[in-house]
């Protein structure tokens, strides 16, 4: 469960624009809402088991999106993945993978990776199952950084 601290008044985010809230030169890792906090315990397992710094993408917004952060991301660290609670399937983890090919081929290093929610329905009983967890963002982590 995520937990931090809310302003206690009135508060606007800027449409369009990403937060980078953790630096890195290894990996970027893209996620919006909850997903991030599980991106962050990850680039701090992948820090300290593997002396990977991985980079840290809030969206905050995906219509519009920040194409221009999460682009300056990927072609400094070369390798990236892409992380939300949808399908695999028509989940807007892959506009996000196909603006990246088309913007920042010649920089990457690896193929984009996306983690998703299975391609399945799902009981919300067993949604800790379904959802991206640390563990599989881990492994996806650790085969960016074997990629040939």
Same mark, same amino acid.
């Given at each position: 469960?995520?937990?931090?601290?809310?302003?206690?008044?009135?508060?606007?985010?800027?449409?369009?624009? %990403?937060?980078?809230?953790? @630096?890195?030169?290894? =990996?970027?890792?893209?996620?919006?809402?909850?997903?991030?906090?599980?991106?962050?315990? =990850?680039?701090?397992?992948?820090? @300290?088991?593997?002396?990977?710094?991985?980079?840290?993408?809030?969206?905050?917004?995906?219509?519009?999106?920040?194409?221009?952060?999460?682009?300056?991301?990927?072609?400094?660290?070369? #390798?990236?993945? =892409? =992380?939300?609670?949808?399908?695999?399937?028509?989940?807007?983890? %892959?506009?996000?993978?196909?603006?990246?090919?088309?913007?920042?081929?010649?920089?990457?290093?690896?193929?984009?990776?996306?983690?998703?929610?299975?391609?399945?329905?799902?009981?919300?009983?067993?949604?800790?199952?379904?959802?991206?967890? #640390?563990?599989?963002?881990?492994?996806?982590? #650790?085969?960016?950084?074997?990629?040939?």
């Amino acid at each position: 469960m995520a937990a931090e601290e809310v302003p206690v008044n009135d508060y606007t985010l800027p449409l369009s624009t %990403a937060e980078v809230v953790r @630096e890195g030169t290894d =990996v970027t890792m893209i996620g919006w809402g909850t997903v991030v906090h599980v991106l962050l315990e =990850v680039a701090q397992m992948a820090h @300290e088991q593997m002396g990977v710094n991985c980079e840290v993408i809030d969206l905050q917004t995906i219509m519009p999106y920040d194409s221009a952060t999460i682009e300056k991301s990927v072609k400094k660290t070369g #390798k990236c993945m =892409v =992380v939300h609670e949808a399908p695999l399937t028509q989940g807007f983890g %892959a506009e996000i993978a196909a603006r990246l090919q088309e913007e920042c081929f010649l920089h990457l290093e690896a193929p984009i990776q996306r983690v998703t929610g299975w391609d399945t329905p799902f009981a919300y009983i067993y949604e800790p199952f379904y959802l991206p967890d #640390k563990w599989r963002c881990y492994e996806t982590v #650790k085969k960016l950084v074997e990629y040939m």
